[in-house]
């Protein structure tokens, strides 16, 4: 059999296109639909350009009727005490209640689907039931993992403190052992190095003079070697 005409221009996607007004959501548009309405704020979609009519958000339902959402209906009425049933503070042994109830409902409907197709319907709400039950349960643990990443970060926060506390600690000590340990060397050299050991020689610059001492310049010396240069 002959291949149909075009076969090959067709292309194929896992995703589907998205949908043609999107390209009507520019800042131009934006700035031209703002304009339009600081000049008249009671202006209706009808009235405006067609092309940045996609940018006013479609009105809310009425109340207590129904609209369609992700290609179902739904019910626009706020929820009663006798459909929200009451709440069970979280715990582990709830969850996993309800995830077998559903993998039972589960088996159920594939049963009735092999054995009689027609009653299918109850047994796809009560699934649907139980996962929007699970799903609130679920959502009953955001407070419990978000104090439990608020303790997660304040004790990293506590160990990075105390380690550069350590480490300041750490360079404090290399630093007093190293002055020690020049002191005891200045105090055991012999004095028969000159003046120039404890006096080194002076340099001017203009009116200034500037005296640096031998052992203090020794003993930075011997710390930016140690320790490392001070920024």
């Not at 520019?26 to 092309?51: A, C, G, H, K």
């Not at 380690?163 to 052992?177: I, L, N, P, S």
Request: overall charge negative; aromatic content about 6%.
């Amino acid at each position: 059999m002959a291949d149909p005409p075009n076969s090959s221009a067709v292309i194929s996607a896992a995703f589907p296109a998205p949908p043609p007004f999107y390209k009507s959501f520019t800042t131009s548009n934006l700035d031209r639909l703002s304009s339009i309405q600081e000049s008249n704020p009671s202006i209706t979609l009808l009235d405006l350009p067609p092309d940045i009519r996609n940018l006013l958000p479609p009105p809310l339902p009425p109340p207590n009727q129904q609209y369609r959402g992700f290609g179902e209906i739904h019910e626009n009425a706020a929820p009663t005490s006798t459909d929200t049933p009451p709440k069970d503070p979280p715990n582990p042994k709830r969850l996993l209640k309800t995830t077998r109830q559903l993998l039972l409902t589960f088996l159920s409907l594939t049963n009735s689907l092999a054995v009689e197709p027609d009653t299918w319907a109850p047994k796809w709400d009560e699934m649907r039931a139980l996962l929007s039950e699970a799903h609130g349960i679920v959502n009953e643990y955001r407070p419990h993992q978000a104090r439990e990443t608020l303790i997660h970060m304040m004790e990293e926060q506590i160990k990075r403190c105390k380690a550069e506390t350590q480490g300041c600690r750490d360079v404090c000590d290399r630093v007093k052992k190293v002055i020690e340990d020049v002191e005891s060397q200045e105090a055991s050299r012999k004095p028969t190095a000159g003046l120039e050991s404890v006096h080194p020689p002076t340099t001017r610059s203009g009116n200034k003079t500037i005296r640096v001492n031998a052992t203090e310049k020794r003993i930075w010396e011997v710390i930016e070697n140690e320790v490392g240069a001070f920024e």
